[in-house]
């Protein structure tokens, strides 16, 4: 019996093999639309004044985290959601993988903070 993290790493290895080749599907050309990919909605996609096309779909993307060096799959569910809920800009792409990208936001707004203070020490209004 295998135990659930087990599982996972299974899984996640399968996913990153199976998603390699993806790095060469052109994600305007959706007549060769792969099995493993989720359709991309234009009404909730954000245009960026680029006039460039947008994606007609996502598929998982691996990369390497740019801290760490660990081998992350970036799914097509998760970039849908970046694009479409949260408004992600539409040439932005994860580097990081969870734990750095926890490890960012926290170093990020710990500098924020410091910022914020020191302007507020001089008097000023930020
Ligand atoms: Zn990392």
Redesign the pocket.
Known sequence: MKSGKQRRLEIKQRRLERSAKNKAVDRYDIANRPLYSVEANHAELVHNNTYGALPLFYVDMPFE??????D?LWTAKQQKWWYEVVKGGINSVAI??????K?EQLRKSEARKVHLEGLAKKGKKP
């Not at 985290?65 to 660990?70: A, E, F, K, R, T």
């Not at 990081?96 to 990208?101: D, L, N, S």
């Open positions: 985290c740019s801290d760490c060096g660990s992350e990081r993988c969870r734990g750095c990208r490890k």
